[in-house]
Structure formats: C-alpha cells, structure tokens
Nanobody, 113 residues
Framework: QEQLVESGGGLVQAGGSLRLSCAASRSVFTIMNWYRQAPGKEREFVAGIDSAFSTTYADSVRGRFTISRDNAKNTLYLQMNNLKPEDTARYHC?????????WGQGTQVTVSS
C-alpha cells in the first residue's frame, strides 16, 4: 500500500507564501495532484502534474500556485504565493497510477486576513 505524507502547512497572513510537500513511499506515479477541502465544502482540485511534467491548475489558483515534482525523491510540491483567506483549507496529495488512486491525510493551511 502506497503512503503519501504531506507537510509544509501552517498559518500565514494574506499575501504570504507557503510550500507544501508530499512524500511518497515508493514508485513514480503517472499523475500527481493537489486537492483541498475547506470546512463545510466539497473537496476541490487545485493543481495536477503528469509524468511528462505537464501541469493543470484550477482557475482560482492559476498564476499564484506552482506544482512541481521530483521523481528522484518521489516528492510532489506546491508553491503557494500571494495567499488569500479563501485558500484556507486542508490540502491533500493525490497520486494516480494504473487503476489505483492514493490519498494522503492532508496538511492544514490557514490564511489570516
């Protein structure tokens, strides 16, 4: 069973930056994504990156967030700049390979106004 462990969350003021990391236990996944879920809301897609390093972003974060991956370290990153209070959520790493999809427990990001 694959394990994904997120880190890097915390409390930051609006306009600040954070860098999230997701360490995978092994393997290189075809697609790796970041999702987030705020209290009382559904989980939503934030950004994704495939094995060719092509990226996609939600409209709400495009231009402020950057997703990247280091396959040698089995690690996924999310650089978040110009954070806004509406970015407050628990951020989850998702990894997809073949017919399997794996999730981490998440890391909390709180942005104060």
């Amino acid at each position: 069973q694959e394990q994904l462990v997120e880190s890097g969350g915390g409390l930051v003021q609006a306009g600040g930056s954070l860098r999230l990391s997701c360490a995978a236990s092994r393997s290189v996944f075809t697609i790796m994504n970041w999702y987030r879920q705020a209290p009382g809301k559904e989980r939503e897609f934030v950004a994704g990156i495939d094995s060719a390093f092509s990226t996609t972003y939600a409209d709400s974060v495009r231009g402020r967030f950057t997703i990247s991956r280091d396959n040698a370290k089995n690690t996924l990153y999310l650089q978040m700049n110009n954070l806004k209070p509406e970015d407050t959520a628990r951020y989850h790493c998702n990894a997809v390979t073949g017919f399997a999809s794996y999730w981490g427990q998440g890391t909390q990001v709180t942005v104060s106004s």
